[in-house]
């Protein structure tokens, strides 16, 4: 069974800087999009960043410039560098992977979901 869990959440304070870990196990075939979305209490769930199978990414425009999507194939590990954090990135940070065609960036294309980890950034 395909599991997914993030670690690296906490709080900061804005200009900060974090660095979240989304562990894979159980994957027994590449996926074709793996991202991190986020969610804040009130608001939908919307993509953060993403990668696909050939290595390719995408931003948020909210977050371009500032966050960075990696991923470490041989340990199964997807990553998210945060820098220059600001209060509005505030929110449940959640890994997800899919094996669908489909923007990497829309969460409704997505069947597996990490529990979360949480962001703080204070002002």
């Known amino acids: 069974q395909v599991q997914l869990v993030e670690s690296g959440g906490g709080s900061v304070q804005a200009g900060g800087s974090l660095r979240l870990s989304c562990a894979a196990s159980?994957?027994?075939?590449?996926?074709?999009?793996m991202s991190w979305f986020r969610q804040a209490p009130g608001e939908e769930r919307e993509g953060v960043a993403g990668i696909d199978s050939h290595g390719s990414t995408t931003y948020a425009d909210s977050v371009k410039g500032r966050f960075t999507i990696s991923q470490d194939n041989a340990k199964h590990t997807l990553y998210l560098q945060m820098n220059s954090l600001k209060p509005e990135d505030t929110a449940m940070y959640y890994c997800a992977a899919k094996d669908r065609t489909g923007a990497c960036l829309n969460p409704r294309l997505y069947n597996r979901w990490g529990q979360g980890t949480q962001v703080s950034v204070s002002s």
């Open positions: 159980g994957v027994t075939y590449r996926w074709y999009c």
